[in-house]
C-alpha cells in the first residue's frame, strides 16, 4: 500500500521527535557521564594534593631517617672510641679498691702491734708502781738506820724520785697510745666500710662493661634499622613519585575526555535541536499528526489564560508590575529553592484551576504551567504545587515545583524565539539524575504589548 504525502511527513515528524528524544537521551547519558568525569576530576585532584603533600612528608621522613642514621653511626663511633677508655678506666679503678682493701688490712695489723705496745706500757707501768714501792722501803730502812745508811737513803730517794718520773712517762705513753688505738680504730672502721664498698663496685665494674657492650650492640642495631628504613622511605619516595606522574597523566586524559564528551554533547544537542525544529515544521505544516491534539489543546488554553489575565490588569485586579516583576524573594529553607513574587498570589488563585482542568482533559497530559522570561514558575497545577518536605530534595524537586525557576535549552529557545507555538521532544529533569521523556507545546504570551514568557503543556509520547 502507497502512503501519502502527508503521512509520509507525518511519519517523518514522528521520527524526527523520536530521534531527538534519542538524541537528548544520549546527551542524558553523556552529561551524566561527563558530570561523573568532572567529579572523579575532582576526587583525582583532592587525591593528588594529597599525594603532593605526601611527598613533603616523605622528603621529611627521608631527611629525618638520614638524620638518625648519621647520629647512630656518630654514637657507634664514640661508643667504640670510649669503650676502651672505659674499661681502662674500670680496670683504674679496680686497683684502686683493690689498694684500699689491701690498706684496710695493713691497718688491721697495725691495730695489733698498737694493742701489743699497749700490753708493754701496761707492765712497765707495773714495773714502776713496784719500783716506787721498793723505795719507800728502803727510805723506811734508811731511817730505821740512821746516820749510817745515809747513802742507801740517798739512793732510795733517787730510786723513787726516778719511779715517779718513770709513772709519768707511762701515764703519758699510756695516754698517747689510747689516743692512737681510737684513732686508728675510727680509722680501720672507716676502711673496713670503704672496702666493702670497694668489693661492692669491684664487682659492678663487670656489670658496667656488660651493659656498655649491650648499648654498643643495640646502637649497632638501631644503625642498621635507620639504614633499612632510609632505604625503605627512598623506595616509596620512588613510588610516590610515580604515582604522581600516573595521576598527572590520568588527569590530562580525562580533561581531554571530558571536553571531547563536551564537544559530543554539543554535537548532540545541535542534532536534537534540527530534529526538534524538523518536528516542529513538519507540525506546522498543517497536516493532521498526533500531535495536533494537543496543539490546538494548547494554544485554545493559552489564549483562555492570557484573555483572563489581560482582563485582570484592564480591571485593576492583577497589577501590571507585579506581573513583569523580576525581583524574585527566595523562599527561606526552600530546596530545591523556590521565589516569590507579586504575581504568585494570583496565579495560585486564579490561574492553578484553569492549568488543572487543562491537564484534566487527556489523560496523557502530565501538566500544564506557566513560565516567565527567566524560567520562573509562579505557579503549576495542584498536583506539582505541594509543600516542600524538610530534607527531601528529590521529592520537592517532583511534587513542589511551583514557585521554582527551571531554564533547560528547550524552555530557552521557546523564550527566545518569536512565532505562534514551539514543539519539542526532551527529557524533563525531575532532579537527582532522573528524568522521563515527554513532548511540550510552547505557546509565547504577550501582555500590554510586551514578550512575558510562555504557556507550556507537557504529554506524554
Keep these: 500500500m502507497t502512503l501519502g504525502t502527508d503521512e509520509h511527513l507525518a511519519r517523518l515528524g514522528e521520527q524526527c521527535g523520536d530521534f531527538a528524544l534519542q538524541c537528548s537521551d544520549v546527551a542524558g547519558f553523556v552529561t551524566q557521564v561527563n558530570q561523573r568525569i568532572e567529579d572523579d576530576h575532582g576526587r583525582l585532584e583532592t587525591l593528588r594534593h594529597s599525594v603532593a603533600h605526601l611527598q613533603l612528608l616523605q622528603d621529611e621522613a627521608n631527611e629525618a631517617a638520614t638524620e638518625i642514621r648519621d647520629v647512630a653511626q656518630r654514637a657507634t663511633g664514640l661508643i667504640t672510641d670510649s669503650h676502651g677508655a672505659v674499661v681502662g678506666a674500670l680496670d683504674e679503678i679496680g686497683c684502686l679498691i683493690d689498694d684500699v ?16 705496745v699497749a700490753m708493754v706500757s701496761g707492765q712497765l707501768d707495773a714495773i714502776v708502781r713496784q719500783t716506787a714501792m721498793l723505795a719507800i722501803n728502803a727510805s723506811i730502812e734508811a731511817a730505821r738506820a740512821g746516820h749510817s745508811a745515809s747513802g742507801f737513803a740517798a739512793v732510795a730517794s733517787e730510786v723513787k724520785r726516778l719511779a715517779g718520773n718513770a709513772r709519768g712517762a707511762t701515764a703519758s705513753v699510756r695516754n698517747s697510745i689510747e689516743r692512737l688505738d681510737g684513732s686508728a680504730r675510727r680509722v680501720i672502721g672507716d676502711m673496713r666500710s670503704g672496702a666493702e664498698r670497694g668489693r661492692a663496685a669491684r664487682s659492678r665494674t663487670g656489670e658496667i ?34 604515582l604522581d606522574e600516573g595521576l598527572g597523566a590520568f588527569l590530562t586524559r580525562g580533561t581531554e575526555n571530558a ?21 516542529d515544521q513538519v507540525a506546522h505544516s498543517g497536516i493532521a499528526t498526533p500531535d495536533s491534539r494537543f496543539i490546538d489543546l494548547a494554544c485554545e488554553e493559552a489564549e483562555r489564560l492570557r484573555a483572563v489575565i489581560a482582563r485582570a490588569i484592564e480591571t485593576g485586579g492583577l497589577a501590571e508590575a507585579d506581573l513583569f516583576v523580576t525581583a524574585y524573594r527566595a523562599i527561606a529553607e526552600s530546596d530545591p529553592p523556590q521565589f516569590m513574587t507579586g504575581f504568585v498570589p494570583f496565579a495560585d488563585r486564579v490561574i492553578r484551576p484553569m492549568l488543572d482542568a487543562a491537564t484534566a482533559r487527556d489523560p496523557a497530559i502530565v501538566g500544564c504551567c506557566l513560565i516567565d ?27 513542589a515545583r511551583n514557585r521554582q525557576i527551571f531554564m533547560d535549552r528547550q524552555t530557552r529557545d521557546a523564550l527566545d524565539r518569536d512565532g505562534d507555538w514551539f514543539l519539542y521532544t526532551y527529557r524533563q529533569d525531575l532532579g537527582e539524575g532522573r528524568y522521563r521523556p515527554l513532548r511540550s507545546v510552547f505557546v509565547p504570551l504577550h501582555f500590554a504589548g510586551k514578550r512575558w514568557g510562555c504557556y507550556e503543556l507537557g504529554y506524554l509520547i
Design 259 to 279: 571536553a571531547e564528551l563536551a564537544r559530543t554533547r554539543q554535537r548532540l544537542d545541535e542534532l536534537e535541536s534540527a530534529s526538534n525544529r524538523m518536528l
Design 101 to 116: 682493701v689491701r690498706m684496710g688490712d695493713e691497718l688491721e695489723g697495725f691495730t695489733s702491734a698498737i694493742e701489743q
Design 373 to 399: 522570561r527567566n524560567g520562573h514558575l509562579p505557579t503549576h497545577i495542584s498536583a506539582r504545587c505541594h509543600a516542600q518536605r524538610t530534607g527531601d530534595r528529590r521529592w520537592n524537586a517532583e511534587h
Design 209 to 242: 662493661t656488660g651493659a656498655l657492650e649491650t648499648i654498643a650492640a643495640l646502637v649497632t642495631q638501631f644503625d642498621q634499622q635507620s639504614a633499612a628504613i632510609e632505604r625503605a622511605g627512598h623506595d616509596v619516595t620512588q613510588h610516590v613519585a610515580t
